[in-house]
């Protein structure tokens, strides 16, 4: 005689739905410290710069405490500064050149690893490695010497190669000059996170794809083109999204040339104006406006990467 018993049905649905209720919760609640502790580290420090962006704050009122609420004062004297508009227009530049030559050397360098010998493959690969452990402050002040005016090896290369109006040349006189500089030591410490990171992707993709494409008459070219690219183009999207996020606030290397003797005014990026108008200029709200403009830029620029990115993964 069987001994079964057969519950009923709402008794059933109620036990098999507090188990799955269970189950999709359980990812929120292990991933709930971590994110109130990025709310706290990065949430807060923002809080303070937007309240602070729209308070008057001289360095007098942080001693006495008297830094008050000024409505849109800080954010109409930055719209309606002209200093403001030509160094956020000269680092937009400043941020496209290096991309793209980051990218475009990070792609030539991790395309010529997957063709040298074991060898060479890993020489390059210590070299990327010593270049991109190199401290910013270190590696800018080894640019400075490579690029001095009387010592510089850069200066005494081009000067014996015919070029003898780079005798005694200096590079920091010009504001083009000292961006190029600063661009030079940017995308050298960029390039091999860049050059590491596509070959990688590029191991990943098989052989016998290329092979198939070799055997239909394509060459490296249409190889790229039609393999390579299309199959790590999450990856390029992902290292340009960084690269862009990067460049975009750059601040030791041009300081460290103004400092050096550079020119100042005409070479200023946007983290360095904000900077001297919050500690130089003694106007630490209008300084915090300027940041928060640099956030709302890359905070865009991330969410059309971010959904760039994600289309290209789900296609």
């Known amino acids: ?7 009923p049905s709402g008794q059933g649905a109620a ?3 507090a188990p799955q209720r269970k189950a999709r919760a359980l990812p929120y609640l292990l991933l709930a410290p971590a994110a109130a502790i990025l709310l706290v580290v ?3 420090p923002v809080y303070r710069l937007l309240g602070l962006s729209f308070s008057q704050a001289k360095l007098r009122d942080f001693v006495k405490g008297t830094e008050h609420w000024n409505n849109f004062a800080n954010y109409t004297k930055m719209l309606a500064d002209g200093a403001f508009w030509a160094a956020m227009g000269r680092t937009v530049v400043f941020t496209v050149a290096c991309v793209v030559a980051t990218m475009v050397i990070g792609t030539l360098l991790a395309l010529m690893m997957v063709k040298l010998r074991k060898g060479m493959r890993l020489l390059l690969l210590v070299c990327l490695l010593l270049a991109w452990a190199t401290p910013q402050v270190t590696a800018t002040q080894v640019w400075q010497w490579l690029f001095d005016t009387r010592y510089g090896l850069i200066n005494h290369l081009l000067s014996s190669a015919g070029f003898k109006q780079f005798e005694n040349y200096s ?3 010009s504001p083009v000059s000292l961006l190029a500089v600063a661009g030079i030591i ?3 410490g960029a390039v091999p996170f860049v050059t590491l990171t596509l070959y990688a992707g590029r191991t990943q993709v098989s052989e016998s794809l290329y092979e198939s494409a070799g055997l239909d008459g394509a060459g490296g070219w249409r190889s790229f083109f039609s393999i390579t690219l299309p199959m ?8 340009a999204a960084l690269s862009t996020i990067w460049d975009f606030r750059v601040f030791t290397q041009v300081f460290l040339l103004q400092q050096a003797g550079g020119i100042t005014s005409e070479t200023n990026l946007i983290a360095i104006y904000a900077y001297r108008t919050s ?3 003694n106007d630490f709200g209008l300084g915090a406006a300027m940041a928060m403009a640099m956030i709302v830029v890359l905070a865009g620029l991330s969410v059309f990467y971010v959904r760039r990115m994600l289309k290209e993964v789900q296609a």
């Not at 005689?1 to 519950?7: E, Q, W």
């Not at 183009?233 to 992902?238: K, V």
């Open 1 to 7: 005689m069987s001994t079964n018993v057969i519950a």
């Open 15 to 17: 036990g098999t739905a």
């Open 42 to 44: 990065l949430g807060y």
């Open 171 to 173: 590079w920091l006189a």
């Open 186 to 188: 940017v995308v050298w």
């Open 232 to 239: 790590l183009a999450p990856i390029f999207t992902m290292l």
């Open 279 to 281: 500690f130089s200029g």
